[in-house]
């Protein structure tokens, strides 16, 4: 399967423990997105990569989030001191930016977190 | 900041019935798109716009971009079992980044 992969698929942690979040992107994509859906939404943008570079961060990452890429390839996110409001499924997308007008965005199937 | 709103929230038709859908932003938006998502799944791109007032199709899926930028449509004909999802509209920004609406939940009689 040469699609986006995350791992894991579900967790289930409680308030106050930390998360690990990982995104494969489909390979030579130097692009990476993250997004947030929460129930009954569509998905919301958090922070996204060009190659090893963070470019952005949405002002939904608070300071408990934190996301790398480190060899411009996989990326992790990371959210410290989960809250219940952390609960969401966490989306990450990769594309190949070029000189089209639309480089499209390739989702995985996301990683559904539940903080109790 | 920026916000999408699309409707209807929920649809239930009669299989081969047309469904048709619609998007209105407050800001003006280069590129719209449209995407499906299966449970447990991510979202799925299904038409792409570029420039005002165009007019897409992919098979059954029609979509056209308004003339002023900030509205969309998307129209699904002869509809079967499997249109069945969420339908989002989503407009990009500056760095390719996507700002979703809500979504139109799609349920189908057969």
């Known amino acids: 399967d040469t699609g986006v992969s995350q791992n894991p698929r579900h967790k289930i942690t409680k308030r106050g423990q930390n998360v690990t979040f990982r995104c494969d992107p489909i390979?030579?994509?130097?692009?990476l997105y993250w997004y947030r859906q929460t129930l009954g939404q569509g998905p919301e943008f958090l922070t996204y990569f060009q190659n090893e570079a963070q470019l952005e961060k949405s002002r939904l990452l608070s300071d408990r989030f934190s996301a790398e890429r480190p060899k411009g390839s996989f990326s992790t996110l990371e959210i410290q001191r989960t809250e219940q409001g952390d609960s969401a499924m966490y989306l990450c997308?990769?594309?190949?930016?070029?000189?089209?007008?639309?480089?499209?965005?390739?989702f995985g199937p996301g990683t559904r977190l539940t903080v109790l | 900041g920026q916000q999408l709103n699309q409707s209807p929230q929920s649809m239930f038709i009669q299989e081969g019935e047309d469904v048709s859908m619609n998007c209105t932003s407050s800001s003006i938006f280069n590129t719209w798109l449209w995407y499906k998502q299966d449970p447990g799944e991510g979202p799925v791109l299904l038409i792409a716009?570029?420039?005002?007032?165009e007019l897409t199709s992919n098979g059954r899926l029609t979509a056209q971009f308004g003339i002023t930028r900030k509205d969309s449509f998307l129209n699904i004909s002869a509809s079967i079992p499997s249109d069945v999802g969420i339908y989002f509209c989503a407009g990009m920004e500056y760095g390719n980044k996507l700002v979703f609406g809500a979504g139109t939940i799609l349920r189908v009689k057969s």
């Open positions: 390979s030579e994509h130097n692009r």
């Open positions: 997308a990769s594309s190949l930016v070029g000189l089209a007008d639309y480089n499209e965005q390739f």
């Open positions: 716009l570029y420039k005002a007032g």
